[in-house]
């Protein structure tokens, strides 16, 4: 068991000397889980093999799914990625400070730890101020994946890092919840258009804005097969899971609601009612006869991000058993939310 500490850090102005605190532990080779815009990451020096290696371990998670490696300014660019195509120049322009990560070649002394091996970096300017100022204290790129334990619920709120890390890292940043609530947009520019192999807040479309044209990866919305090639190794791990079995759902609200409730009641007959749980929408609520959790409202795929990740925590909090989701439709950030729910719910998909 490690000694963890809990730094406040609301305001990095204000609160400077917890941002030093956060910056020395880092650049000593500790892991700090800090706030970013789209979920808490657990950050460590990107250049330090060691650190990153203990990120892979404190999390449980695969050491060939490499981490996003997070910058402060676009100066410190060039320390992490090289050959910047027109595109990413656009693109950093266009969403930086923000919640994209840009899949470029890396830099030589990159260590391999932190690309999983891989030629290339995934590498992100975050929009949240504290994450930012203590890479700055820090002097370099902060590797982090998000907070959490490998396979659940990514963290939006310190307390989720304290409930899955705490005697685990060295240190958690006590601050504000994530404004975005899912992972950031990940584009590949290593071919000749722009290709969306993570779907997040900055949408398809908003890129195709930019650089004219995108595409996005078949795995975005489709279990790849077993032989094909994996772009983005995090895709092929079943991921964002709470305990319980999720199926989703996607129809009207005429159909979910219908649906779900000839669920209950076929497993009443069947003398096994006890916890099915309808994860809906507002508006679904007072129609439905089994007990639920709304995560947001409907076609306000902002919202659903922000709750999503939050309302899998809590569901199996409420012994939860099978739990029918109502799917946000597959476009702008509700792709977003779609991708995560279809992994989290072992890609079982009911289409009304
Ligand atoms: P996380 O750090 O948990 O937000 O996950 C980072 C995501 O980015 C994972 O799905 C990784 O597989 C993906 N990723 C990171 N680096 C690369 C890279 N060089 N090429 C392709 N995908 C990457
Ligand atoms: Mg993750």
């Not at 649906?259 to 994860?279: D, L, T």
């Not at 919202?303 to 439709?329: C, I, N, T, Y």
Request: include cysteine.
């Amino acid at each position: 068991m490690k000694k963890t500490e809990l730094i406040s850090i609301m305001d990095p102005q204000e609160d400077r000397e917890g941002v030093e605190q956060a910056a020395a532990i880092l650049k000593r080779g500790g892991l700090v889980a800090v706030p970013t815009e789209t979920v808490y990451g657990l950050a460590a020096d990107a250049f330090n093999p060691q650190s990153v290696k203990e990120v892979y371990f404190a999390k449980g998670r695969p050491q060939d799914n490499p981490m996003i490696v997070h910058i402060s300014d676009l100066a410190m660019l060039p320390r992490v990625a090289k050959d910047f195509p027109e595109a990413a120049k656009k693109l950093a322009e266009a969403f930086w400070p923000g919640p994209l990560t840009m899949i470029l070649p890396k830099v030589e002394n990159l260590p391999d730890e932190t690309t999983g091996g891989l030629a290339t970096v995934a590498v992100r300017m975050p929009q949240n101020e504290v994450i930012r100022a203590i890479i700055e204290a820090a002097d370099t790129p902060l590797a982090a994946p998000s907070a959490n334990r490998s396979g659940s619920p990514s963290p939006t709120t310190y307390q989720h890092c304290v409930d899955d890390l705490w005697g685990l890292v060295d240190a958690i940043v006590e601050s504000e919840d994530c404004t975005v609530g899912v992972e950031s947009t990940v584009v590949s520019l290593l071919g000749e258009t722009p290709l969306v192999l993570r779907p997040g807040a900055v949408t398809p479309e908003e890129i195709a804005g930019v650089c004219g044209e995108v595409k996005v990866d078949d795995a975005v919305l489709h279990l790849p097969p077993e032989d094909a090639p994996v772009l983005s190794p995090g895709m092929k791990y079943k991921h964002y899971s709470p305990a319980a079995k999720l199926r989703l759902v996607r129809g009207s609200q005429w159909d979910y609601v219908n649906y779900v409730n000839e669920v209950a009641k076929k497993a009443e007959e069947e003398g096994a009612p006890n916890g099915i749980f309808a994860m809906c929408f507002d508006e679904d609520i007072h129609h439905l006869e089994v007990p639920t959790i709304s995560y947001g409202v409907a076609y306000d795929y902002e919202s659903q991000a922000r709750e999503l990740f939050d309302v899998l925590r809590q569901l199996d909090k409420l012994g939860a058993h099978f739990v029918l989701v109502h799917a946000p439709e597959p476009e702008g950030v509700g792709l977003a939310v779609y991708n995560r729910l279809l992994r989290a719910a072992a890609f079982d998909l009911v289409e009304l």
